[in-house]
């Protein structure tokens, strides 16, 4: 299987709620990023956690990372309906400069 | 300020045919990765290039699939004698540079190739 798995991999919330995302990888990374993606358009860059950070705040957005577990989540609080998209983890392996591996998203769907 | 500019957005081609897909890097960005997706999947790495050089095509299959980033002008990706399976968005991505892995990617808004 693919370095950077998701899950879920879709989620259906209302608005207002918090929507958590998981990734799971495999190999060691360098950093580990989080991009989202509208229907028919390309990604864009959320936020981006290095592999000696913890935690990583930027709005309403929230990243962990535990290295130990090989894992990372991402937390959208207080949701709105312009949030609903695809949520994908991307990781960068040690030596391999900014090349990253996506993994299959989530697709997130956030209710008015 | 533009972005990373991808063009045509849309693209159909009739099995056999060539299909030719350019991508402009944001301005300053000399690094260029191309990666494919398909309906309702993560996106797969095929090549990333330098100005006038291949760095990693590991992605990319063996045959009828070739990139190039040249001196002057767009990277283009080409794929020979298209089949239905090519059929799929295409994105392109820019960074400024190597460094040590720690800037993001710049994606542009990909070509969606259907193979007829």
């Known amino acids: 299987s693919q370095q950077g798995e998701e899950d879920p991999q879709a989620l259906s919330i209302q608005e207002g709620e918090n929507a958590t995302m998981n990734c799971s990888y495999k190999t060691s990374i360098n950093n580990l990023q989080w991009y989202r993606q509208n229907s028919g358009r390309g990604l864009v860059h959320l936020i981006l956690?290095?592999?000696?950070?913890r935690e990583k705040h930027s709005g309403r957005l929230r990243v962990t990372l535990d290295t130990s577990k090989k894992s990372s989540s991402l937390l959208i609080t207080a949701s709105r309906a312009a949030d609903t998209a695809s949520y994908f983890c991307a990781t960068a392996r040690l030596g391999a400069g900014n090349m990253l591996t996506f993994g299959g998203g989530t697709r997130l769907m956030v209710k008015p | 300020n533009a972005g990373v500019m991808q063009n045509p957005r849309h693209l159909v081609r009739r099995r056999g045919q060539e299909a030719r897909l350019r991508c402009s890097p944001m301005?300053?960005?000399?690094?260029v990765y191309w990666y494919r997706q398909l309906p309702e999947e993560g996106l797969k790495f095929m090549v990333y290039?330098?100005?006038?050089?291949?760095?990693?095509e590991s992605g990319m299959p063996k045959e009828r699939f070739s990139a190039e980033f040249p001196k002057e002008g767009p990277s283009i990706l080409r794929i020979q004698q298209v089949v239905r399976g090519d059929s799929a968005a295409y994105f392109c991505?820019?960074?400024?540079?190597?460094?040590?892995?720690?800037?993001?990617?710049?994606f542009g808004n990909g070509t969606r190739l259907t193979v007829t």
């Open positions: 301005k300053g960005h000399s690094h």
């Open positions: 991505a820019s960074s400024p540079g190597q460094g040590v892995g720690n800037s993001p990617l710049h």
């Open positions: 290039l330098q100005k006038e050089n291949i760095i990693d």
């Open positions: 956690i290095r592999s000696n950070e």
